[in-house]
């Protein structure tokens, strides 16, 4: 399976201090902040001549790492991709993968679970910029969309200051638009067309965003990406240890195209055995039950009022146009605010 990305138009309908393991790659002082690649001073060159892809970062470097920094939820904390008794996730993949022969890399993951663009925005993003990173994938919007108070024109103002001030840091960033949660879960019609409806929103402003910040992109709502189900996990909602790979694989395709990752590609191959049905049902009866729990206090309610409008429009013989008009007009009312025009 392939993953797609890079296209920076808008496509149809669409913490602590981690040392990377490997030759030369152990944590090191972080950088100065630079202008953004290709929209600031030239590549710093190292003793051999030899100009690093990233400003400000040698070809080949021993005091000057590459530092790549990840900021979202529980996809970019790794969630579905344990190894070592831990979570692993695409991101920790993908930075076995950046730097190139000689040069040490610094990956500090700020991705949590459950985070929503509020927490990205006013916790995550500080935090990031104070790191001064090279590279940073900013993936959130998920748990946006199964909370009551979703807002399409907050979610828009957050994610915005959050590019902007990575951008203006200096990073080249990440980004990734989001499957839909109702299919992927495989909710009945009336209760996943209100979620289908606010992922395309969220997804409209991430592609606006990163056409804007010409961020390295990533179409994960494609359905070749949505319909493999050996991709997911047992929750259907995050990758398993394949996705994650998938993931990484696509993310490090795209960067090589820039120039901005030296080092091998991430291997498709996985290294974990996978989950068992005892260990996967023990995973769904535990932390499974409690994400159901307080999803159910939080959405729940409301996603059955929308539902019941949904219906309720059918009955009317009005159909989901009336629906879909709104959305569209609160997703233009945001567009417009956060792109200012």
Known sequence: MTLTGGDRRTPPGCGGLVPVQGAGREAGPSREA?????????????????AGPYPGVPARAEAVPLR?????DSFSEGVGDRAGGAWRGWAALLADGLAGPGQRLEFVNLAVSGALSADVAEDQTPRAVALEPHLASVVVGVNDTLRHTFDIGLFAGRLDRALTALDAAGAVLLTACL??????????????RPLARRRRSVNAVVHA??????????????PAWTTDRALWSADRLHPGERGHR??????HRLLAERGLAQGPAPSPDASEPPPTRAETALWLATAGTGWVLRRSRDLLPQLLLLAGEELLHHADGGGTGPLDARAETALSEALAATMGG
């Open 209 to 222: 965003l990163s056409a804007r910040h010409d961020a390295v992109h990533l179409h994960l709502a494609e």
């Open 68 to 72: 790549f920094v990840v900021l979202g």
């Open 34 to 50: 630079d202008a953004r690649a290709g929209a600031g001073p030239r590549p710093e060159a190292d003793a051999r001549g030899e």
């Open 246 to 251: 998938a993931v990484a694989a696509a993310y």
């Open 179 to 192: 499957p839909d949660p109702g299919r992927m879960l495989g909710l009945p019609g009336p209760l996943a």
